[in-house]
């Protein structure tokens, strides 16, 4: 089984500014990890996804995340954030053999101020 | 690619009433797709694995036959609500892995019912 912990329920910016989303897992098996974006009353957009191969992950919208084995963490970052990326934000995992249901983190609201 | 549509997008129902969802894969096969519920500022909760063909696996704790399950082709899977009451109010959501390639889940753009 996998868990998923988004450290930060909400996460405040300025526009143009950095952001990073953490997100931490456990598994006792290899995994896939993923980042999701939900804008209001919308499904759930991927934004990126790391299967293997190279750690550093890069998404749409100038999203990137990195893999972190040792720390078991897949935080999610951006260099310069605009106001439509006000959002909800979701890390999932799941193993990358047998059962292909990801589990989901609770979510983190990223809001952007002017 | 790997576009998700659900119907209908909103839908307000009298309790007693049985509302049904549509959740369709426009553009790929689906021997797979999910049902998740949402409620508010929370995460998305797996609600059942619908498999083309067979009967659908529910998660512990959702009532099979309150919330049937009907995944009659490769390209849909029907949600049921039955009997709906005001506390079955939530946005539900779909989602859909391609066939022989599972990685990544393809989410549809949500159903927010509301039951009065």
């Known amino acids: 089984a996998q868990s998923v912990t988004q450290l930060d329920s909400q996460v405040p910016v300025f526009e143009e500014a950095p952001v990073e989303l953490r997100c931490n897992y456990s598994?006792?098996?290899?995994?896939?990890l993923f980042w999701y974006v939900q804008y209001p009353n919308q499904g759930l957009q991927l934004l990126l996804k790391?299967?293997?191969?190279?750690?550093l992950v890069k998404g749409i919208n100038g999203f990137e995340a990195e893999f972190n084995k040792s720390q078991t963490s897949f935080h999610l970052r951006k260099p310069s954030v605009h106001i439509s990326d006000t959002a909800e934000y979701f890390c999932?995992?799941?193993?990358?053999?047998?059962?292909?249901?990801?589990?989901f983190g609770r979510g983190t609201s990223l809001i952007v101020h002017p | 690619g790997a576009v998700v549509s659900q119907h209908p997008s909103w839908v307000i129902c009298k309790s007693g009433t049985s509302v049904k969802i549509e959740c369709r894969s426009l553009?790929?096969?689906?021997?797979?797709m999910f049902w998740y519920r949402q409620f508010p500022k929370q995460s998305l909760m797996l609600m059942a694995t619908?498999?083309?063909?067979?009967?659908?696996?529910?998660e512990q704790g959702v009532e099979k036959d309150k919330f049937l399950i009907n995944h009659a082709s490769l390209t849909l899977s029907t949600l049921t609500v039955t009997s709906a009451h005001p506390e079955d109010s939530s946005f539900y959501i779909c989602?859909?892995?391609?066939?022989?390639?599972?990685?990544?889940?393809?989410f549809g753009p949500g159903t927010r019912l509301l039951v009065l």
């Open positions: 989602s859909a892995s391609r066939t022989g390639i599972q990685e990544t889940q393809y």
């Open positions: 598994s006792s098996v290899s995994v896939y």
């Open positions: 790391y299967l293997s191969g190279s750690t």
């Open positions: 999932a995992v799941r193993s990358s053999g047998g059962s292909y249901i990801p589990t």
């Open positions: 553009d790929f096969q689906a021997t797979t």
């Open positions: 619908s498999n083309e063909g067979s009967k659908a696996t529910y």
